[in-house]
Nanobody, 128 residues
Framework: QVQLVESGGGLVQAGGSLRLSCSTS????????LGWFRQAPGKEREIVAS????????YYEDSVKGRFTISRDNAKNTVYLQMNSLKPEDTAVYYC?????????????????????WGKGTLVTVSS
């Protein structure tokens, strides 16, 4: 019903930048809270950033504040995650997720168990 397709991952050096894209539908952008999660090797999936379904309010995990920016382009049906000043600890598979009528704050609490749809992920590797 709601498809999420991530792209933009790759290999970058520490301090570099990368922009991830989550291609979805007009329906998803207007009815679903959208977020970026990541899962590093041997660790649980965690939220990185999210954006509310209605007002565009955002949430950021503490470790990425000031470095990452989540945004959406309704004309392109796309949600972005701009990642700057990347660190080796940012290395993970990054997933786009959607939750119906959910705010950014609620998504940060619900975590992955509260998501309705998931993308397949895109790998980000940051070398030292």
């Amino acid at each position: 019903q709601v498809q999420l397709v991530e792209s933009g991952g790759g290999l970058v050096q520490a301090g570099g930048s990368l922009r991830l894209s989550c291609s979805t539908s007009e329906r998803a952008l207007s009815r679903y809270g959208l977020g970026w999660f990541r899962q590093a090797p041997g660790k649980e999936r965690e939220i990185v950033a999210s954006i509310s379904w209605n007002d565009g309010n955002t949430y950021y995990e503490d470790s990425v504040k000031g470095r990452f920016t989540i945004s959406r382009d309704n004309a392109k049906n796309t949600v972005y995650l701009q990642m700057n000043s990347l660190k080796p600890e940012d290395t993970a598979v990054y997933y786009c997720a959607a939750s119906l009528f959910t705010t950014a704050q609620a998504m940060s609490i619900a975590k992955f168990s509260g998501m309705d749809y998931w993308g397949k992920g895109t790998l980000v590797t940051v070398s030292s």
